[in-house]
Nanobody
Framework: QVQLVESGGGQVQAGGSLRLSCAAS????????MGWFRQAPGKERELVAT????????YYADSVKGRFTISRDNAKKMVYLQMNNLNPEDTAVYYC??????????????WGQGTQVTVSS
């Protein structure tokens, strides 16, 4: 069982930066691939970035590549999403997720409650 709590969302102007954090509980956190998803109003949930269990492999959606960086600290049971050069299209609720296998779809074993990111122009 893994419980996830996101933080770090907020409102920022276009071109600004935010760092999302996801705190995980559970003894087997390091066994899970982690990912960040987002869902904008009226749109389907989108996979933003993933990181493998040891941080050795990452994936980014084309829309965020070069601007977002995902990382994890297994000792602290934390996952981060550094978001730079934000634009209004990044406005969404961002969700942290954990999956026993590599995250390759919109499915995951565990989800956080989400944190709102709003980017104004």
């Amino acid at each position: 069982q893994v419980q996830l709590v996101e933080s770090g969302g907020g409102q920022v102007q276009a071109g600004g930066s935010l760092r999302l954090s996801c705190a995980a509980s559970g003894r087997t956190f390091s066994n899970y691939a982690m990912g960040w998803f987002r869902q904008a109003p009226g749109k389907e949930r989108e996979l933003v970035a993933t990181v493998s269990w040891n941080g050795g492999s990452t994936y980014y959606a084309d829309s965020v590549k070069g601007r977002f960086t995902i990382s994890r600290d297994n000792a602290k049971k934390m996952v981060y999403l550094q978001m730079n050069n934000l634009n209004p299209e990044d406005t969404a609720v961002y969700y942290c997720a954990a999956n026993r296998l590599a995250i390759t779809s919109l499915k995951a074993d565990y989800w956080g409650q989400g944190t709102q990111v709003t980017v104004s122009s």
